[in-house]
């Protein structure tokens, strides 16, 4: 019954009962935290939707975090591989700008 949560509706078989259950429970609820705050209680309410969509939001930054770390990676690795292999074309290139011809 979360007015703002897109995933709150009534059902439509048999409408009028589940409106006024659903109601029912809101201000019953209401009242019940009023109760817990008046004993020195803190109320804290989490909806089902929040705790979907911080969900939603914690997989979307891991997402990020590997698609970066994946990036990352892969450049390091390409970094690497170049210095393991620039030796070999200095080597390469040294030979011909000195005239010695490749051996096969």
Known sequence: ????CRYASIPKNNHDFWKSKLEGNVQRDKQDYIKLE????????????EIKQ???????EQEKA?????????YAKIR???RLFSPIV????QILQNGYEKSS
């Open 38 to 49: 008046n004993m020195g209680i803190n109320v804290i309410v989490v909806l089902g939707c």
């Open 80 to 82: 690497i591989m170049a």
């Open 1 to 4: 019954m979360n007015e703002n």
């Open 54 to 60: 911080m969900m939603k939001d914690k997989m979307i």
């Open 90 to 93: 200095i080597f390469h290139s």
């Open 66 to 74: 590997d698609n970066l770390a994946n990036y990352i990676f892969f």
